[in-house]
């Protein structure tokens, strides 16, 4: 009996293997803006999914780094499926106007294949009337909608009841 649950636990050690070397990888970046008036922010993220190693950011030279890295990290297992997210952000300054450049960003695991994200480019514009932009990177369904719950509502006023009056 024993051998024969130790033959299916070896026999299931290829496919668990398998699973998981089936995940997607893929390192990306995601800018707020490819356009920002000068003296306002913009935020940039870069995003590793299922990626082991170390991340090199790009150096800004166009830009100040007003705050970051910001680091950011899940795990997720479903039904013995593993996946993994790092994401890192930056809020970036231009220094001037023109054509600005962000260089890409290495995601570096030794002797397996690094990662590299793609360059960008970004506008910057002058900003004679200090115009303030967002600067957010705006993410869809990322809120919680607590209108959905039904015990997060108010809960309705109670019906003021009539007194009874009786004249003696």
Do not use: C, W
């Not at 033959?7 to 290829?14: D, E, F, L, S």
């Not at 967002?134 to 039904?150: C, T, V």
Request: charged share 20%; hydrophobic share 35%.
């Amino acid at each position: 009996m024993k051998s024969l649950i130790t033959a299916m636990i070896v026999g299931m050690i290829p496919l668990v293997l398998l699973a998981q070397d089936g995940e997607v990888q893929s390192f990306e970046v995601k800018i707020s803006t490819d356009t920002i008036l000068l003296g306002n922010f913009m935020e940039v993220r870069f995003v590793a999914q299922n990626l082991e190693g170390t991340f090199e950011p790009p150096k800004f030279t166009d830009f100040d780094v007003v705050g970051g890295p910001n680091q950011s990290t899940s795990m997720s297992i479903v039904n013995g499926h593993t996946s993994q997210t790092a994401s890192f952000s930056y809020f970036i300054k231009p220094r001037n106007t023109g054509l600005l450049h962000i260089e890409p960003a290495y995601y570096l695991n030794g002797s397996e294949s690094n990662h590299e994200t793609q360059p960008h480019e970004v506008t910057s514009l002058p900003n004679p009337n200090g115009v303030v932009q967002e600067s957010r990177i705006e993410e869809g369904n990322q809120q919680l909608n607590f209108d959905a719950f039904p015990f997060f509502k108010e809960a309705p006023a109670a019906p003021k009841r009539k007194l009874k009056v009786t004249k003696i």
